[in-house]
């Protein structure tokens, strides 16, 4: 960890606190919220292939994490209400959704991570409601995506509708009844015409997607241009090498060419057809041109961004906890 020597005495420069896997799942006994065998196999049945002992050492204490930011923050908001002396324009209402950006590159585990700790946090009595909102709704429809030459670069910053996006989760947290969201389908790689999901004055909103912890684009004429992470409670990347991500994302490219892609639907269905290796092959080029140069230029700038960062090694298990200091 860097340090520095600052007024005589050595300081550690790093804005996060940094723990190994020991020192972070150990926090777990502290945790006043035992999963029990019932609730780790209703985890279980999600479908996710996660280990069990990796969500009572890791995502256990993340959980309750963040039940202490949920709670503090409401009571901070109370403070800021009292000092603005509860005009019409206070800074937030009781019952202000907390929101939570999950970042991080194509298949390095935020969906999985994101739908675990929807399941988890919805224990917790403060906040029952948990809602989970994944960006792709927000990309652009292939059409649009063609028309301005972005089809190979989907999931970059520019293939979304930022606007939209953070309209959107600045709608569910100024209290709106029902705010609604585009949803695509990764079987037709496209934006699903007429459906959309709802989400209704939820306690936490999960918003999940690669670019959430992207700044704001310049504003013009002196205005001021916000993003979707100015309305971030809390926010989490999660991290891991290029190299393995790469193992990942191939894995799950095997995966679906046994399941989704057998569908007659399905986008990538040709690939269900040919040989592994031709399959395997496509994927490889995907990532390269793709999803691995998104990752370096646009998405792990972001991660000092966090206010906590996941590190996984080889096997996915959580090797490295950073926790921004307060
Ligand atoms: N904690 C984990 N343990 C084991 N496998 C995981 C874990 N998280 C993700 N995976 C696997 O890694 C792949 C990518 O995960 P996913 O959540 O779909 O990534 P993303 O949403 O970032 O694209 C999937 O095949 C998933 O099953
Ligand atoms: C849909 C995605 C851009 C991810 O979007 P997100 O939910 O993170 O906003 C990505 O999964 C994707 O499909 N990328 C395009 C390249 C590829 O097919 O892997």
Redesign the pocket.
């Given at each position: 960890m860097p340090t520095t020597l600052e007024a005589g005495r050595r300081t550690d420069a790093s804005p996060f606190v940094d723990l190994d896997r020991a020192e972070w799942s150990a926090l777990h006994e502290r945790t006043p919220l035992p999963l029990t065998a019932e609730e780790l196999e209703r985890l279980r049945g999600l479908g996710d292939v996660i280990d069990l002992q990796e969500v009572q050492d890791v995502y256990l204490p993340l959980s309750r994490l963040l039940n202490l930011y949920f709670t503090a923050t409401a009571k901070l908001r109370g403070a800021l209400n009292d000092f603005l002396d509860n005009r019409e324009h206070s800074a937030t209402q009781s019952g202000t959704p907390f929101v939570i950006g999950v970042a991080g590159s194509?298949?390095v585990g935020?969906?999985t991570t994101a739908r675990l700790l929807r399941e988890m946090l919805a224990r917790w009595p403060d906040h029952p409601r948990v809602e989970l909102v994944?960006?792709?709704?927000?990309?652009l429809p292939n059409a649009e995506l063609r028309r301005r030459g972005l089809m190979a670069r989907?999931?970059f910053p520019e293939?979304?509708d930022r606007r939209a996006l953070t309209r959107f989760v600045a709608d569910v947290k100024s209290g709106k009844d029902q705010v609604t969201a585009p949803v695509?389908s990764?079987l037709v790689?496209d934006i699903v015409p007429d459906e959309r999901l709802e989400v209704r004055r939820p306690d936490i909103l999960i918003v999940?997607?690669?670019?959430?912890l992207q700044p704001a684009l310049p504003g013009q004429d002196g205005r001021t241009r916000v993003a979707v992470a100015d309305f971030f409670d809390f926010s989490i990347y999660v991290d891991a090498r290029p190299d393995d991500i790469e193992q990942w994302?191939l894995q799950r490219?095997r995966k679906l060419r046994e399941t989704a892609f057998q569908n007659p639907s399905s986008y990538?269905r040709r690939y269900a057809e040919v040989p592994e290796e031709e399959a395997l092959d496509y994927?490889r080029h995907?990532?390269r041109t793709?999803?691995r140069p998104?990752l370096v230029e646009n998405v792990a700038p972001t991660r000092g961004r966090a206010d906590l960062i996941l590190r996984k090694g080889p096997d996915h298990k959580v090797q490295r906890v950073r926790l921004r200091k307060l």
């Open positions: 194509v298949a935020k969906s994944t960006t792709d709704g927000f990309l989907k999931g293939s979304y695509y990764h790689y999940e997607g690669l670019n959430v994302y490219f990538f994927a995907l990532w793709i999803n998104n």
